[in-house]
Nanobody
């Protein structure tokens, strides 16, 4: 079974930190190369890219989170991480893990994990 399982969401105060994890499972991840990433969707807004990372470690970070968020991956464990520091209320959203497999031949999404930044 192919799936992405996210963990690490929750409630945090402004200025705080959280770390998201997403573990990918399924035979396609050992068969094809793939990029992984995080997207988010705030209430009433479209889903937007947060950060992506290739198997080789090349990253693409949204301007709105650059300098505060860091994406990394453990290829041996098919897991991607998002370290989020200096969180702001505008970071409140549901965060989705994404895997782009074999150059977009397969695109997979996690179930989403909610992050709320509030006092």
């Amino acid at each position: 079974q192919v799936q992405l399982v996210e963990s690490g969401g929750g409630l945090v105060q402004p200025g705080g930190s959280l770390r998201l994890s997403c573990a990918a499972s399924g035979t396609i991840f050992s068969t094809y190369t793939y990029s992984m990433g995080w997207y988010r969707q705030a209430p009433g807004k479209q889903r937007e890219l947060v950060a992506t990372i290739t198997r080789g470690g090349r990253t693409n970070i949204a301007a709105s989170v650059k300098g505060r968020f860091t994406i990394s991956r453990d290829n041996a464990k098919n897991t991607v991480f998002l370290q989020m520091n200096s969180l702001k209320p505008e970071d409140t959203a549901v965060y989705y893990c994404n895997a782009d497999v074999d150059g977009g031949r397969f695109v997979l999404w996690g179930q989403g994990t909610r992050i709320t930044v509030s006092t």
